[in-house]
Nanobody, 118 residues
Framework: VQLQASGGGLVQAGGSLRLSCAAS????????MGWYRQAPGKQRELVAT???????TYADSVKGRFFISTNNAKNTVYLQMNSLKPEDTAVYHC?????????????WGQGTQVTVSS
């Protein structure tokens, strides 16, 4: 599975950005996609995930501001980020998981930088 992310950039606090991540290759069994982020000097943390059934999970710090969704084919995941704060500044990494007969495999895309200025 290859993941191609796009949509990062520089935005002022209070602004919005939309990240996209397209999965390609051997995507049979793709059952979970999402986003993690890593700020300088910090560990990578979960931002949001969505199952192929549409169940979503959000970090408490982004609830009500960020919204995760997928396209109809369930092979592209989006992260709509609103009311951005300087503490949202990080490299955002796209994530996907395949589940084939309970054999789980994780995949990561290249990071995309999100910078929120105050």
């Amino acid at each position: 599975v290859q993941l191609q992310a796009s949509g990062g950039g520089l935005v002022q606090a209070g602004g919005s950005l939309r990240l996209s991540c397209a999965a390609s290759g051997s995507i049979f069994g793709l059952d979970l996609m999402g986003w993690y982020r890593q700020a300088p000097g910090k560990q990578r943390e979960l931002v949001a995930t969505i199952t192929n059934g549409g169940t979503t999970t959000y970090a408490d710090s982004v609830k009500g501001r960020f919204f995760i969704s997928t396209n109809n084919a369930k092979n592209t995941v989006y992260l709509q980020m609103n009311s951005l704060k300087p503490e949202d500044t990080a490299v955002y990494h796209c994530y996907a998981r395949t589940n084939i007969r309970w054999a789980l495999n994780d995949y990561w895309g290249q990071g995309t930088q999100v910078t929120v200025s105050s």
